[in-house]
């Protein structure tokens, strides 16, 4: 399955932020959209997943799809409890016991489970974000975009999640976008780089890193290779 992206234009006032950018990505890959702090990573995801309109141009292969995002914020809903928080999504996709059970997996898996009820006021900003990811995770939709989720996370807990995702959740005609601007993130996860600059928005080149991600801390050499072809843009 492919999304494809055709001719897409966006400006803000006198800002062009994309022109004319023509893309396709592929299910059942992880996605990197990487590039420079400003050059316009998160307008061009959320064009392409329908949150932002573009000015001109369209998005092929959106039909019918379910999306989960975890945002740069958390984006919790502050009147409620994580778990409640974790419900509100889930409920309208499982039953109520399902619902419980799944918020249950997903918070143990970011290790929240203890602070289900507490509301998001009362957590740290690593804590609030590890709700935000328990919640995506839970909902696990057909495009999944992540837009830097791993900002404040001690860095176990964020190689755990990464492996989550390598393993477990990069599967079933999924269509998996992770933006950073974190080169070892990129490269720990990725299975093709689009490498940006900006502005606009322009593509200088894509890397598809041959090797499989849950084999790449045995292939140090060949993925230092890699990194000198992604730092040799900045
Ligand atoms: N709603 C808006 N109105 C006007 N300008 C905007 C708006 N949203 C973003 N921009 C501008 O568009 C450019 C690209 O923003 P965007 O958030 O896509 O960058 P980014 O690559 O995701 O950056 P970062 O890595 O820092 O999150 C920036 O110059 C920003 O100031």
Redesign the pocket.
Known sequence: MKIQVKELFKK?KD?Q?ISNLNMDFSSDRIHCIF?P????????VNILTGLVDADEGWVEGLEGKSFSYIF?EDRLIPWATVEENMLFVLESHYSKSEARQLAGEYLSLVNLLKFKNSYPEQLSGGMKQRAAIARAFAYGGDIVVMD?PFKGLDLELKKGLMDYIINDWNHKNRFFFF?T?DVDEALYIADDIHVFQ??PLTLKKQITIEIPSCDRGKYRNEMGRYKDLLLGDF
């Open positions: 803000y800002l932020v590039g702090s400003g050059c316009g990573k998160t307008i061009f740069q830097e933006i601007h900006g502005l």
